[in-house]
């Protein structure tokens, strides 16, 4: 499917923000690992989320899903997979299902394959392997050393470990999730500077809800004791990530946007992309579950560290080519390593609607120029699609090919748009 977008002045609309994707995978593997009934109400329905219930089912967990209500009830294992003999867990394109299970899956008597999609082999693994090896696994790469697919088999015993999370912090997260279920006390030492922190605060968040609580020592250092999840109901509030094209269409067409369903202390580092849009002349309010953006002036360039915040560097990159002056984004390089080069992607993007950009000493550069239309081929990455959608409301003339693949995380993107009268198929 291809989308094509005009220029759109002077917005003012209502949205609701999708379920965040980080909250719902973090949540449902939680649940499966520990005891009793939980039930995760709210959850986002998207194509990853999809591979994450079909791996749990692989491992042998309940998983009962009502899409009516928006709800999924897990039987918990209570920390132990009920699977025998092989298991091949297929995680597609969702790099997040794929590092947080492989933890977990030292959590059975099976042998567990992990694989993924073409991309997926080429998205690094090591250091979360290693560390793995480290606590007792086995793990036997099938084809590259350092990425999938590998061989997961049990036990996780436990003890001291130290990885390199400035890949990606979800090596952390992983480790994190399966800690309470080897079988000593484990310590995981954090090697240079942990990327996308803040994704580590959901990861403690909703282990903290189900009842585990870890001895966080700056982020350098996670000590967590054996113990285990309770059963519970849980509900997955809004996604920054996602409200952030939301957000982005008052920037780039001018007027107002409100977004519901959002959580104003929430730990989610997205929420800096509102300081940000704040920073470049919009003004931002927060209510008890909602925030409004307005611009009413011209956009100005900022300098800011995005290492944070990753999925919404795009989403600042298209507001940034509307600027009046340059943009200076660093703290991304590990971005190379998502579903698609995003840095590459960027300047790809930025440069056939008009503006310059260059990636220097690890810094992004941003100069505006007067923008406009183009075709955004998104190489199936979802935040380039939407990112191009961006620039499509504020300049005009912009298609989007290949425009489902906002189904890995927001498949009702297109029909929000549609609805709000932004696009007409």
């Not at 009934?37 to 089912?57: A, P, Y």
Request: proline share 4%; with cysteine.
């Amino acid at each position: 499917m291809d989308v094509d977008l005009e220029r759109v002045e002077n917005v003012d609309l209502c949205f609701s923000a999708p379920p965040s994707k980080s909250y719902t995978h973090r949540a449902l593997i939680i649940a499966a690992l520990g005891s009793g009934v939980s039930s995760i109400v709210g959850v986002l329905s998207s194509d990853d989320i999809g591979v994450t219930c079909h791996v749990l089912r692989s491992l042998g967990v309940s998983v009962e899903e009502n899409g009516d209500k928006g709800e999924i009830r897990i039987v918990g294992c209570n920390g132990k997979f009920p699977c025998t003999g092989e298991v091949i867990l297929d995680c597609g394109d969702s790099g997040t299902s794929l590092r947080l299970i492989t933890s977990a899956a030292s959590l059975s008597d099976a042998s567990v394959l992990i694989t993924g999609s073409g991309r997926m082999k080429e998205r690094p693994a090591g250091p979360l392997v290693d560390a793995l090896r480290t606590l007792g696994c086995g793990i036997e790469y099938c084809n590259e050393d350092g990425y999938p697919p590998f061989m997961v088999e049990g036990p996780l015993n436990g003890g001291e470990t130290s990885l390199d999370a400035s890949v990606s912090s979800q090596f952390v997260s992983s480790l994190l999730i399966a800690a309470p279920y080897a079988k000593e006390p484990v310590g995981i030492a954090v090697e240079g500077e942990a990327v996308s922190q803040s994704y580590l605060d959901i990861t403690l968040d909703v282990m903290r809800t189900f009842g585990v609580s870890v001895v966080n020592s700056g982020y350098r250092h996670f000590s967590v004791s054996p113990g285990g999840y309770s059963g519970r109901e849980y509900r997955i509030e809004g996604d920054y990530s996602s409200a952030s094209y939301l957000f982005a269409i008052a920037a780039v067409c001018g007027g107002r946007v409100v977004v519901d369903n959002l959580n104003p202390e929430s730990v989610q580092g997205d929420l800096q992309f509102l300081s940000a849009l704040e920073a470049m002349g919009c003004r931002v309010r927060y209510y008890a579950d909602s925030v409004e953006v307005v611009r009413d002036s011209v956009l100005q360039g900022i300098e800011i560290d995005m290492s944070s915040s990753p999925d919404t560097v795009q989403t600042l990159s298209s507001v940034a080519a509307f600027a009046e002056s340059p943009t200076v984004i660093s703290g991304i390089e590990h971005l190379r390593y998502k579903e698609s080069d995003r840095i590459e992607a960027i300047k790809e993007m930025l440069h056939n609607c008009g503006a310059k950009t260059e990636y220097l000493d690890g810094k992004l550069f941003i100069n505006p120029g007067g923008v406009y239309g183009c075709t955004v081929d998104p190489k199936n990455d979802r935040r380039t699609a939407m990112a191009g959608a961006i620039i499509g409301l504020g300049a005009g003339g912009v298609r989007i090919q290949s425009a489902e693949c906002v189904s890995k995380s927001f498949p009702g993107f297109w029909d929000i748009l549609r609805g709000a009268g932004l696009w007409n198929e």
